[in-house]
């Protein structure tokens, strides 16, 4: 009895948050226009993260009144009860902090041979494979090819993984000023994280694959970034910090798996799981997005803010981030656990 209680004092030491985070998001909109400009709630609304067995978020906002802003289940936004009114000439800050607990979540070991197939998919998960704005997996065009390409393949992984190859020969990774639609990049198949998420799970999805994508908050001191976009009206600013998308596919016998696109590029198409953003304890996930179109938001906002002449100064920064626990430490401390609780364990016998 005295061994298994070692054994879970261990498993306990594994399973201890291993980063303790303050991330900080400061926005500020300038108005350069000839008239008062009524901020919407796709300027104000700020990230609502998760809560799961891996992270704990708390949120702290600069707003006096606020609501939640349901986009869908598990897209949440924080914004102002009140309108928010920038005069000429003026400007306006939106402010966040999080306070962050966060560890790894565990990688299956999966092979291609030992996966499921869309047989054993469940009932209940259909609404992951309707089209919508947002996946038109309807399209002529882009069911056409994932069935060609998936044809050959009779397990749900070996289909994951035949789109994957596609990608690996004709996708480019470029940043794009907003995400693109799934219709665009079909016959370009260039853009960042999220304009290709969305064409592979709209492929997904036209197969009969549940599919849906996450987003979510990487930190990483190496993190910096200083770009200007939408005409020189958008400068964001990444300290230590960086929103990142990536897809979720249901694969029997496994469940929801991320698969993260950016990691093609020379890798074996199973590493767009296992190796994804989305395991480690330096992700924090933020919202799934299955129907809402957010392409058709940034686009708006985007058009808005220029016409009126508009500018948005977005810093993103990390605050701090605590150490994580000296492996040597970490295997001191387990040692001698366990050797305290043999010792105990004789004496008791």
């Known amino acids: 009895m005295r061994l298994r209680y070692a054994l879970l004092l261990l498993f306990w030491l594994t399973t201890i948050p291993v980063s303790g985070i303050t991330y900080e998001m400061t926005w500020t909109y300038e108005n350069r226009g000839e008239a008062v400009y009524n901020l919407s709630a796709k300027d104000l609304g700020v990230p609502v993260f998760m809560e799961t067995g891996y992270q704990s978020v708390e949120m702290e906002s600069g707003y006096d009144a606020s609501r939640l802003l349901v986009l869908e289940d598990g897209f949440l936004k924080l914004v102002p009860i009140e309108p928010v009114l920038v005069p000429i000439g003026e400007t306006y800050t939106v402010h966040a902090r999080y306070t962050i607990e966060s560890q790894p979540r565990p990688v299956p070991a999966m092979s291609i041979e030992s996966a499921g197939t869309l047989e054993q998919i469940p009932a209940e998960l259909a609404s992951y494979m309707i089209p919508n704005a947002l996946y038109p997996c309807d399209d002529p065009e882009i069911t056409g090819l994932a069935s060609e390409l998936t044809s050959g393949e009779n397990t749900v992984l070996g289909k994951v993984s035949a789109l994957l190859d596609w990608f690996e020969e004709y996708s480019t990774y470029v940043v794009t000023e907003v995400p693109r639609s799934p219709r665009y990049t079909i016959r370009d198949p260039r853009g960042d994280c999220d304009d290709l998420s969305l064409l592979f799970i709209t492929m997904c999805r036209s197969q009969g694959i549940p599919a849906y994508m996450q987003g979510g908050l990487v930190l990483g001191e190496s993190i910096d970034v200083d770009e200007t976009d939408w005409e020189n009206h958008y400068r964001y600013v990444f ?19 991320p698969v993260d696109l950016t990691f093609l590029g020379g890798m074996n198409p199973l590493e767009t799981v296992t190796k994804a953003y989305y395991w480690r304890e330096t992700t924090v996930v933020a919202w799934n997005i299955t129907s809402h179109d957010y392409v058709l938001d940034e686009v708006q906002q985007r058009e808005a803010l220029i016409e009126s002449d508009i500018y948005w100064y977005q810093y993103d920064n990390l605050i701090t981030e605590t150490q994580e626990m000296d492996n040597t430490k ?9 050797m305290a609780s043999v010792l105990l364990y004789r004496y008791r016998s």
Request: hydrophobic fraction near 65%.
């Open 239 to 257: 300290d230590g910090a960086g929103w990142h998308a990536w897809a979720m596919v249901y694969v029997p016998l496994w469940g929801w798996l």
């Open 330 to 338: 970490y295997y001191i401390i387990a040692g001698l656990a366990l």
